[in-house]
């Protein structure tokens, strides 16, 4: 069983639709972390956070520490969000989820 | 820029022959990673490094092995022992490994653009 689950696993939709991206896990933590992969392969940071919500732009990611549970939004969705979502929970090392892949259509 | 660069992008090996995958930071990072990507799984930890000269296994390090002679460097070995190394390689830094450490930041990590390896 995966420490990190996240949901769904494949995402579609339309331009300007608000879009939410779930991560649970089970263990015990201190931070989580939200990452970008694009269809070249490269990862990029978006958030890390340990309690609470933190927005960037159209990007907002909040957690629960208690619930074990984090959401990624996305507001105003844009085809160029398309890429897979990966969630990262730190546990010593860090253990990842398997990613959402968003599909944004124009 | 600072940032993390790998190379190369794409790797063919025939079976029986080792590898080695390019790893180089500009970022004055003190930890690096070494991630395997398969498709379904989620990224799993092959070695990590806190500091120069030292290393320790992660989850997966049957089959490789690394080395960090220079706080910029930190080259990954495929040996022949590997049983199935077809797959995507990810390296990444971060200021300090990961740990109870604040600010958060200490802990965030930055990827490389990754390395595909294919055993033909």
């Known amino acids: 069983k995966n420490e990190v689950e996240q949901s769904p696993q494949n995402l579609t939709a339309q331009e300007g639709e608000f879009i939410t991206i779930n991560c649970s896990y089970s263990?015990?933590?201190?931070?989580l972390h939200w990452l970008q992969q694009h269809p070249g392969g490269g990862i990029v940071s978006l958030f890390m956070l340990s309690s609470g919500k933190k927005k960037h732009g159209r990007l907002i990611a909040t957690i629960n520490i208690q619930e074990k549970h984090s959401s990624l939004h996305i507001t105003a969705s844009h085809p160029r969000d398309s890429a897979v979502y990966i969630c990262a929970v730190r546990a010593g090392q860090f253990y990842f989820g398997t990613g959402t892949s968003l599909t944004v259509i124009p | 820029d600072g940032g993390i660069t790998q190379s190369p992008k794409y790797l063919f090996r025939k079976e029986g022959q080792n590898v080695t995958l390019s790893c180089e930071q500009n970022?004055?990072?003190?930890?690096m990673y070494w991630y395997r990507q398969d498709p379904g799984q989620g990224l799993r930890l092959i070695y990590y490094s806190q500091i120069v000269n030292d290393f320790q296994k992660g989850d997966i390090a049957e089959g490789y092995s690394v080395s960090r002679e220079k706080k910029e460097s930190f080259p990954l070995t495929v040996t022949s022992a590997q049983k199935n190394p077809t797959a995507f390689y990810l390296c990444?830094?971060?200021?300090?490994?990961?740990?109870?450490?604040?600010?958060?930041?200490?802990?965030?990590?930055?990827f490389g653009p990754g390395t595909r390896l294919t055993v033909l």
């Open positions: 990444a830094s971060s200021i300090a490994p990961p740990g109870e450490r604040e600010p958060l930041s200490y802990n965030e990590q930055f």
């Open positions: 970022l004055n990072h003190d930890a």
């Open positions: 263990v015990g933590i201190s931070a």
